[in-house]
């Protein structure tokens, strides 16, 4: 079964509006560790943002901001203000367990063109 | 600036012979480094977890034989596609975890190398 589902296959969205990115994930281990990245073309893997399980609050970092929904099992980014080189691939990606030393499992990713 | 360098960013080889790709923690050190792997428009996958001083850990359908990885110091981990073939060029990119110091647990990804098999 798939850990990370990422059903956006493609999103477009107009330069300076917000978009959400869907990401919804599949655990049975209470910790846990949901994270955002941005592949650029050149193909460095950005990280954006960060979710922990026990998060009581949705993490921002700048323009950027995690819906966790942790009933759903959803960890959405939402870009707000989107700028023209926001233009990338973006995978959510998650991490199981307390220690950190488990490997991050990705989604099949979105790639998001903005347009002016 | 990039607190893990891997080396080289790109790579072309023929078929049948061997490359060699390092993973570099630059200021801080990791026991535990990560592999992946990215064919174009996919994810990443990951082969393989490489722990410092012990032998790694190969994910389901990964050779082990094929794809050899050496973790030998706190700082540096290769990756050796041994007889790489046309179906093994990808994307490669690491992943270290920090241990240790200001920056424990965080993880970090190289710049990735692109391997090219002709």
């Known amino acids: 079964a798939q850990k990370i589902t990422q059903t956006q296959p493609g999103m477009f969205v107009q330069e300076k509006e917000a978009v959400t990115l869907d990401c919804t994930y599949d655990?049975?281990?209470?910790?846990?560790?949901l994270f955002w990245y941005k592949q650029p073309s050149s193909g460095e893997m950005i990280f954006l943002i960060y979710?922990?399980?026990?998060?009581?609050q949705n993490a921002t970092e700048g323009r950027y901001s995690l819906n966790f929904q942790k009933a759903r099992k959803s960890a959405n980014l939402v870009i707000s203000a989107s700028q023209l080189g926001d233009s990338a691939m973006y995978f959510c990606?998650?991490?199981?367990?307390?220690?950190?030393?488990?490997?991050?499992?990705f989604g099949k990713g979105t790639r998001l063109s903005v347009i002016a | 600036g990039a607190v893990v360098s891997q080396h080289p960013s790109r790579v072309i080889c023929k078929s049948g012979t061997s490359v060699k790709i390092e993973c570099r923690s630059l200021?801080?050190?990791?026991?535990?480094m990560f592999w992946y792997r990215q064919f174009p428009k996919q994810s990443l996958m990951l082969m393989a977890t490489?722990?410092?001083?012990?032998?790694?850990?190969?994910e389901q359908g990964v050779e082990k034989d094929k794809f050899l990885i050496n973790h030998a110091s706190l700082t540096l981990s290769t990756l050796t596609v041994t007889s790489a073939h046309p179906e093994d060029s990808s994307f490669y990119i690491c992943?270290?975890?920090?241990?240790?110091?200001?920056?424990?647990?965080?993880?970090?990804f190289g710049e990735g190398s692109r391997l090219t098999v002709l």
């Open positions: 992943s270290a975890r920090a241990t240790g110091g200001g920056r424990t647990g965080e993880l970090f």
């Open positions: 655990t049975s281990d209470p910790s846990y560790g």
């Open positions: 979710q922990g399980s026990y998060d009581q």
């Open positions: 990606a998650m991490r199981e367990g307390r220690t950190g030393n488990t490997p991050l499992v």
């Open positions: 200021d801080f050190q990791a026991t535990t």
């Open positions: 490489s722990n410092e001083g012990s032998k790694a850990t190969y």
